[in-house]
């Protein structure tokens, strides 16, 4: 397997020293085969993916994987023409009529390690934006969702050239020598503890990375806020999936005088959003139910209340201590700690204490707290009234900062995250910049002086 990685590296940056500056219609084709290849075999996309979890809501698969990609691909086709133009730079009135640029160029080849939580679109999402800005892939997709991964193995290889895009199927003794080669660029969605490994083997080659982490996002609930539409949106976005989301609520903050309101409107939208049990996602193996399951109990043994509604629902654990795995481990599952606290200064010094999150969940139409959120805390994305949507959004950046990631891409911002935004100076015929040559004249000291 390590001759093939080399060997398939090896044929891309062939490649791309034959093509280093796909035009626009090659890129637009490439994003067009991409859209095909998901709208032609969606039905064995769902079918994968359900394979992987054992049970997951076919409408959530083709809400999340399916439906998420074409529209990034649309959106991306239609912009691409006015990203890929360069654009001017301004000039300094002491070095005209010189002139200057800032041209996008393609990194080369861009390695993606993606997770298998949602094995399909974010594994193409980075495809999607390194092929907008003129680079080819290498992409590990995780081998804990098998039938997705070999499902995108043997597509890719139908509808691209190994040059353009090439798929690694192997464990994670094949991730780590993935991560090693000398990529251009490096993506990888996962786990903290695995982001800093795949980050320490880039560092040895000088690559630089983007970082999806996840941790824990947290939800501020304040008393200004609408408890049944709080709870709906709360509990959307933590059921989405079985809760297997980097983006999924991790734990709630309310303050003491409507604890018992919210945990009574969470309650309820349990019931009402998950009265199928069709509609329900499992864990993705038994390891995973496992270790939730764990955490529950281990709430329920320290003498925690825990609302358990069962079959994979959402589960509240009200009032943990901090000391608790549920309260130190990203959740990642169905498990929802609700915390109650004095005020919305104590809550904000509780979120303040802990590393960035990569969302920010506040349930609130007070514009001075809004604005106070967004000047006094730090995360991926600051979201009010809603759980998850932001994602959808083309043009806002997705990534983290801290212990949640590093780097963003979606739509321009990931264009020029996978681009090598070039600096570009052109030289008058008639240019004054000889004044500034050796030996210096006394009237430059003098305007110098001047600043």
């Known amino acids: 397997m390590t001759h093939d990685l080399k060997g398939i590296f090896n044929a891309q940056r062939h490649a791309v020293n034959q093509t280093p500056f796909p035009t626009l219609s090659v890129r637009r084709k490439r ?42 691909i649309s959106y991306t086709r239609r912009h691409l ?46 495809v999607i934006d390194a092929f907008a800005a003129g680079n080819v892939v290498m992409l590990k997709p995780s081998e804990l969702s098998p039938h997705t991964s070999a499902l995108l193995a043997r597509l890719v290889a139908q509808y691209f050239t190994q040059d353009e895009l090439s798929v690694i199927q192997g464990d994670a003794l094949i991730a780590q020598e993935f991560s090693a080669l000398p990529f251009d660029h490096l993506v990888f969605t996962g786990s903290t503890s695995v982001g800093r490994q795949v980050a320490s083997a880039a560092a040895a080659n000088l690559t630089p990375v983007t970082l999806e982490l996840g941790g824990k996002s947290p939800v501020l609930v304040a008393g200004d806020a609408d408890m049944d539409k709080t709870a709906s949106a709360i509990i959307f976005g933590k059921a989405f999936n079985g809760g297997q989301t980097c983006l999924a609520p991790d734990y709630v903050l309310v303050e003491s005088r409507h604890l018992d309101a919210l945990i009574s409107a969470l309650s309820r939208a349990i019931v009402h ?63 929802l700690p609700v915390i109650s606290v004095k005020s919305i200064d104590a809550a904000l010094t509780f979120i303040n204490a802990r590393p960035h999150a990569l969302a920010l969940y506040a349930f609130t139409n007070d514009k001075t707290l809004q604005s106070r959120l967004l000047k006094t805390t730090r995360s991926g994305a600051l979201v009010f009234n809603e759980t998850l949507l932001h994602h959808a959004v083309p043009t806002l950046p997705f990534g983290g900062v801290g212990e949640s990631g590093m780097g963003a891409y979606h739509g321009r911002s990931g264009f020029d995250r996978f681009s090598h935004l070039r600096s570009v100076f052109h030289q008058a015929k008639r240019a004054t910049s000889r004044f500034l040559h050796p030996p210096y004249r006394r009237w430059l000291i003098n305007l110098l002086r001047l600043g």
């Not at 864990?283 to 079959?311: F, K, S, T, W, Y």
């Open 31 to 72: 994003l067009a085969r991409l859209a095909q290849m998901t709208k032609r075999h969606q039905h064995d996309i769902v079918r994968a993916i359900q394979a992987d979890f054992g049970q997951r809501s076919a409408v959530e698969i083709r809400l999340a994987e399916i439906n998420s990609v074409i529209q990034a």
């Open 81 to 126: 023409w006015h990203w890929m133009r360069a654009w001017r730079a301004s000039m300094p009135w002491r070095l005209l009529p010189a002139r200057a640029r800032i041209s996008p160029q393609p990194l080369g080849i861009v390695g993606v390690i993606s997770p298998w939580n949602y094995p399909w679109s974010l594994a193409l999402m980075p």
């Open 273 to 335: 959003q998950r009265p199928d049990s069709r509609e329900v996602t499992q864990p993705i193996n038994e390891a995973h139910q496992q270790r939730i399951e764990a955490m529950l109990a281990q709430a329920r043994n320290h003498g925690c209340r825990v609302i358990d509604h069962g079959d994979y629902a959402p589960a509240l654990v009200i009032d943990p201590t901090q000391d608790l795995r549920i309260m130190r481990e990203e959740i990642f599952g169905r498990g």
